[in-house]
């Protein structure tokens, strides 16, 4: 409830800080608009886990459904992005974004059916998250990863 409760209140900040915008000074006070997957990574690796002030967006492509618990109606799903490194080698960058909502669990089921509609996101789908960096967590893998606050999201 508390995650919520942040949430609806970041999302009414940031709402009319964005659309009060007159430049793009004005924008950038909230949202860090050089954030990346690839650069949030860049950041752990480096030691660094100070979550950035602002929001961020971020492009990627859906790898998992990390987590879903239908009584909090809280769904973590996992983004990745890559690059080739040379001509054989692919690096890749991830991140954990939490969503909240009944519409979410709904979007990002934890096994999704066999012919899904357009309402349901599957794994490889293109998305476009708004989001509050929360901090870094340890996947169940090990792997450190920055987990984000999804306040807005949408198939690219």
């Given at each position: 409830?508390k ?7 970041a ?27 690839k ?6 690796e ?14 990627g492509?859906?790898?998992?459904v990390?987590?879903?618990?239908e ?20 690096k ?19 096994s ?31 792997r ?13």
């Amino acid at each position: 409830m508390k995650k919520r409760v942040a949430a609806a209140l970041a999302l009414a900040l940031l709402l009319p800080l964005a659309a009060s915008a007159q430049s793009l000074k004005d924008l950038e006070k909230v949202v860090d608009l050089q954030a990346t997957i690839k650069s949030l990574s860049e950041k752990v690796e480096a030691g660094d886990y100070d979550a950035p002030p602002k929001f961020v967006i971020l492009n990627g492509t859906l790898d998992s459904v990390f987590a879903t618990d239908e009584e909090s109606e809280t769904v973590i799903i996992e983004l990745a992005t890559g690059e080739w490194i040379g001509l054989e080698d692919v690096k890749s960058y991830h991140c954990l974004v939490q969503l909240q909502g009944k519409e979410y669990l709904q979007a990002f089921p934890a096994s999704p059916p066999r012919n899904p509609g357009p309402e349901v996101f599957v794994r490889s789908a293109r998305l476009l998250v708004v989001a509050a960096p929360m901090g870094v967590v340890e996947s169940v893998d090990g792997r450190l990863l920055w987990l984000l606050e999804g306040v807005y999201l949408r198939r690219l």
